[in-house]
């Protein structure tokens, strides 16, 4: 049975390529499944034999360790200025976005506040 070893959704192409190139130079052979067009699929490299999965992972793992320690988080204002940027590239997404937290936060208070 396959087995998963590497989800590549969210993932930028350049680290999939990566990943891709690690199990291929370690002779792993891996097969690649798509989200499909309504993105309900699991996109992600999957691997036959129980043995290389766990071999792979434990490649992946390291690799990951790796660029974990070149990454920088971003700052409170970096974080803002990318959502916005975001928000401004998909107002609906955005908006339904704060209308739903809005809404979940109104129903979740609401009780308490009707209750004084």
Not at 81 to 96: C, I, K, T
């Amino acid at each position: 049975m396959a087995t998963l070893v590497f989800r590549l959704k969210y993932v930028p192409d350049e680290e999939a390529d990566d990943i891709r190139q690690l199990l291929t130079d370690h002779d792993i052979p891996f097969y690649e499944t798509s989200a499909g067009r309504w993105q309900v699929s699991m996109a992600g490299l999957w691997v036959k034999d129980k043995e290389q999965a766990f071999r792979a992972r434990e490649l992946i793992r390291e690799d990951q360790i790796e660029r974990a320690k070149d990454m920088v988080s971003p700052s409170f204002g970096q974080w803002i200025l990318g959502y916005l940027q975001h928000a401004r590239q998909n107002p609906v997404e955005a908006l339904f976005t704060l209308f739903a937290v809005a809404l979940i936060l109104g129903v979740s208070i609401a009780p308490f506040l009707l209750w004084v």
